[in-house]
């Protein structure tokens, strides 16, 4: 299954990939195509945290949504994706929101990587915070929303970001409630 991977990362890369546990929060417009994208790559170990149920307007842009499944809970039918894909890949399924309350339950040090793909302001940026305190290495997405020209999507460290209002709107919400990420992501 992973021949084309192994050929273009090479054997060893490819083993740390199998052997990585990710943690993948939010698996609709872009989570949901990360979950599917990191199990067809080879990651072996990920959990996907969402508390949403798929709704018509998920039809478009959601991986998971079908129009047979519309109420169902997104990680229950993510999880039921991606084992159809690899049925040996370990994936657990967690229908919560992250938040002030559930915070506490995730011991991110248990992580080798933390995905954010939390449209929520305040969520997203309690993620961040706690993330950035843990051994992980953060991934967050920001305002992928109404975005059409795939030329234009860059990879930077957050403060560098620029022209996203979302990652403008969070780093002046983190600095007024200082709580500002412990490093860099």
């Known amino acids: 299954m992973f021949s084309r991977t192994i050929q273009a990362i090479g054997e060893t890369a ?3 990939l199998q052997s ?11 989570g949901g195509w990360c979950a599917e994208a990191l199990v067809r790559t080879g990651v072996q170990h990920l959990t996907i945290v969402d508390f949403d149920t798929i709704a018509p307007s998920n039809l478009n842009r959601q991986v ?11 990680v229950e039918q993510m999880r039921t994706r991606l084992l159809s894909i690899n049925p ?3 994936i657990t399924a967690l229908p919560m929101r ?8 995730f011991d991110f040090n248990q992580y ?3 995905l954010d793909a939390i449209d929520s302001l305040d969520c997203k940026m309690l993620l ?8 992980a290495t953060l991934f967050s997405s920001m305002g992928a929303a109404r975005k059409y020209d795939p030329a234009r999507i860059e990879v930077a460290e957050f ?17 007024k409630a200082d709580l500002l990420p412990a490093k860099k992501f």
Request: charged letters at 20%.
């Open 159 to 175: 403060w560098k970001v620029h022209g996203c209002p979302l990652a403008r709107a969070l780093r002046t919400r983190m600095k």
């Open 128 to 135: 961040i915070h706690r993330a950035t305190l843990s051994t």
């Open 64 to 74: 998971v949504a079908t129009a047979a499944n519309i109420g169902s809970t997104k």
């Open 98 to 105: 992250y938040d002030a309350d559930t915070a506490d339950c």
């Open 14 to 16: 490819f083993a740390r």
């Open 88 to 90: 040996q890949a370990d």
């Open 20 to 30: 990585a546990r990710v943690i993948l929060f939010g698996v609709g417009g872009v």
């Open 112 to 114: 080798n990587y933390i």
